[in-house]
């Protein structure tokens, strides 16, 4: 057996493959490596617009995804809600994922200095779980005071102050969908932006970033961040670095390894089916 | 304290799956969908509480047509009655069809239309080579999902100018999504990895949990590569059962 | 003859409401009552998670009532969650709680979350199984699919900014052009689905009804 087939023989077995990515990612994690981020163009640009966001902002928020995903989201919208605090908001969080409520109550006690400067029902209110169906979207934009009778904790929503101000499609200035799933995005797009203009700003996990980018390409978002990796760059321009910038340097070593596996795949498979093409034999 | 434990063990048992298939990954999944299926319970309740009865109890009398409609769904229990059930997603998809055929039209067909319809020169070369990159591969994707109509004949020893220009047009859209899909697969492992460190860093942060955790399972997986291997020559020995002297 | 076509009826009917009160000015009590009918899809939403549920629950009453083989047991473990989580939750609501009921809380933090997580986080194994043992370039558009996916991965990672800077403007510039030009037709394609799904429920000639 030459060194080829011996190296196949050892990384066909793919308990081999696991072990090692595991090995990469955790050593990496536990020893980090500092490796520096660039800043990509379309990050900038969604620091840009919320900077430009006028005064008071009202601002409709679905957090929209599970603990997988709050690897990615849970960042971006801390990052997003540390920016925009300057401006004295007026936030309405709902979620359209069943776990939603339990990924909200983690931001909320992960980011402690922001929520301790909101007041809840003047400034921000938790709307809860509501149905991931379109007429969701519809009913929420001809007003959500009207269709949600009780917020997630229970009290009316028919007095709570935030509602004179930010309630119908109009009062927005922004809608911030955190999402894992294209299906909100779909949502919003048809029964926000076509039937009421409202301005869409996407944080999204990276798998669904490219079927998404088109949205943004063609004005009907303001802006995108996907991924991890733009987490990272949006913590880094508000100057606070935080487990986005950690997980980095781990990201790069996996994706390393992948690359690695990638190439390392065909260039011993190729070799080894001209082999057994010599000999007649089948190549595993 | 208890549930860092229980969380650490449930992680490493549900990632041993990868490895081999046993009996505390089995364990793991059918609390996962235990506690899920009580989870979501409860939030519909909830739901219907905050949307259907508080509402109504707010004066907004008609939302409880929308509790009758929700009740349909039980009537699948009642043999006799199963038909009933049908009703309450046909309101929902009726609905839901209605609101986003109205606005599928402009949101997703025309707007992307519109914003593919780019100027081919702008006096900047970067983006005039841009947008008519955009343009050949925009146009190359929807030859290449155009099923219906091919132009020429195929297999005809000439090709006619309309079926190489197709032709063109499908190579270029092929490639085209090549792009795509590219991205696509790098995004992709970029969200798999991030996955992966979330999980690592709740393992990291309970040290003790997690290698106990560990010990556990390899012996569980050692014990199912053992019991597959009794099976196995258990089955064996039925085909051909041993000759005695 | 409603058994039949009652719901298909049903579906028509919303459609038709939908398209007039969205083509034509109409009165002001016909638009109260669409933006009704809106209201109460979202909350029937709910009913289907309950029957998810009750589903899951009667599903997995079969094989601790046969005692079928190396699956009862797990049923049982399943069924005692279920019950522990359906009482700790109803409690949770009934008290005003909701799901920050101490209790409640604790079992979904202790076992729905990680579990949660894992499940998903497991796929990256079979990425980097299958990258190793089925990703073949074999032809001339593989080999252009990974290497844009190289550019895109080291323009994602620090460690391509260290290589050579110019990898992240450039990844950011496939991003924003020829990714959302190749996704376009997808996207016009999925809304001439949902225009067209629309017309054959309207005309009855849902395939999936027959």
Not at chain 1, 184 to 212: D, H, N
Not at chain 1, 222 to 243: D, I
């Amino acid at each position: 057996m030459n060194t080829i087939e011996k190296i196949n023989k050892i990384l066909s077995n793919r308990q081999i493959l696991y072990l090692l990515l595991l090995a990469v990612v955790l050593g990496i994690m536990l020893h980090p490596l500092g490796i520096p981020i660039g800043i990509a163009g379309q990050t900038r640009d969604v620091y840009n617009y919320v900077d430009k966001l006028p005064q008071n902002p009202k601002i409709l928020m679905d957090v929209h995804y599970d603990p997988a995903g709050a690897t990615e989201l849970q960042p971006m919208a801390g990052a997003f809600l540390r920016q925009i605090l300057v401006k004295n908001p007026k936030i309405v969080f709902f979620t359209t994922h069943n776990i939603g409520p339990i990924m909200f109550e983690r931001l909320r006690s992960f980011f402690p200095d922001v929520f301790s400067q909101l007041k809840y029902g003047d400034d921000y209110v938790n709307l809860g779980f509501l149905p991931l169906v379109e007429a969701t979207f519809a009913s929420m934009a001809k007003g959500c005071q009207e269709f949600v009778g009780r917020d997630a904790y229970g009290a009316s929503t028919a007095d709570m102050p935030i509602f004179k101000v930010a309630d119908k499609a109009a009062d927005f200035n922004v809608v911030v969908l955190l999402t894992t799933s294209t299906d909100p995005i779909e949502y919003a797009i048809r029964q926000w932006y076509t039937a009421y203009k409202m301005p869409l700003l996407f944080m999204v996990v990276a798998v669904i970033g490219p079927s998404v980018q088109p949205f943004v390409a063609s004005g009907q978002a303001v802006g995108m961040l996907s991924g991890q990796n733009t987490a990272a760059q949006y913590e880094l321009l508000l100057k606070k670095p935080g487990s986005a910038v950690a997980a980095v340097d781990a990201q790069s070593g996996a994706h390393v390894l992948i690359m690695i596996y990638i190439v390392l795949g065909n260039l011993i498979y190729w070799p080894m089916r001209k082999m057994s093409k010599k000999s007649g034999g089948k190549t595993k | 304290m208890f549930g860092l434990w229980i969380g650490a063990a449930l992680t490493v048992w549900l990632f041993s799956f990868a490895f081999k298939d046993n009996a505390l990954y089995k364990l793991a999944e059918h609390l996962f969908v235990g506690i899920a299926a009580a989870y979501n319970f409860t939030i519909a309740i909830d739901g219907i509480l905050k949307t259907g009865i508080a509402p109504i109890q707010q004066g907004n009398i008609l939302r409880i047509f929308a509790l009758i409609l929700g009740c349909f769904f039980f009537a699948k229990y009642f043999g006799k009655y199963s038909w009933v059930a049908r009703f309450g997603p046909a309101f929902v998809i009726g609905v839901g069809l209605g609101i986003s055929v109205t606005t599928a039209p402009e949101g997703f067909v025309l707007a992307q239309v519109k914003s593919s319809m780019l100027p081919l020169w702008t006096g900047d070369l970067l983006q005039s080579l841009t947008n008519i990159l955009m343009t050949f591969i925009v146009l190359g994707g929807l030859t290449y999902f155009m099923f219906t109509f091919v132009p020429g004949i195929r297999g005809a020893a000439k090709k006619a100018p309309g079926t190489r220009l197709y032709d063109a047009f499908l190579k270029i859209g092929i490639y085209g999504m090549m792009i795509g899909f590219g991205a696509l697969f790098a995004s992709t492992i970029v969200s798999r990895v991030a996955y992966l460190i979330g999980r690592l860093t709740d393992l990291i942060a309970s040290p003790e949990a997690s290698i106990v955790a560990t010990i556990l399972v390899i012996g569980a997986i050692a014990y199912a590569y053992r019991h597959e291997k009794k099976t196995a020559v258990g089955k064996l020995e039925q085909k051909e059962p041993r000759k005695t002297p | 003859m409603i058994r039949r076509h009652g719901p298909y009826l049903t579906i028509t009917l919303l459609i038709v409401f939908f398209f007039i009160t969205y083509l034509f000015t109409t009165p002001q009590p016909v638009q109260l009552f669409g933006t009704q009918l809106v209201q109460w899809a979202s909350v029937v939403g709910y009913f289907a998670i309950l029957v998810g549920t009750i589903d899951i629950v009667i599903f997995h009453l079969k094989p601790l009532r046969s005692k079928e083989s190396g699956q009862w047991q797990y049923s049982a473990v399943l069924l005692i969650i279920t019950a522990i989580g359906l009482v700790t939750g109803t409690a949770g609501v009934l008290s005003g709680a909701g799901i920050n009921y101490q209790p409640f809380a604790w079992l979904y933090n202790a076992i729905y979350v990680p579990s949660n997580a894992t499940v998903y986080a497991i796929l990256v194994f079979y990425i980097a199984s299958a990258s190793y043992r089925a990703f073949r370039i074999k032809n001339a558009q593989a080999a252009f699919l990974v290497l844009v996916g190289f550019i895109i991965m080291f323009a994602d990672i620090g460690l391509g900014y260290v290589i050579w800077p110019g990898f992240v403007p450039l990844g950011n510039w496939i991003n924003t052009y020829p990714v959302a030009a190749a996704f376009r037709p997808i996207i016009i394609g999925s809304g001439l689905g949902v225009i067209i799904t629309g017309l054959r429920a309207l005309l009855g000639r849902d395939v999936y009804g027959r």
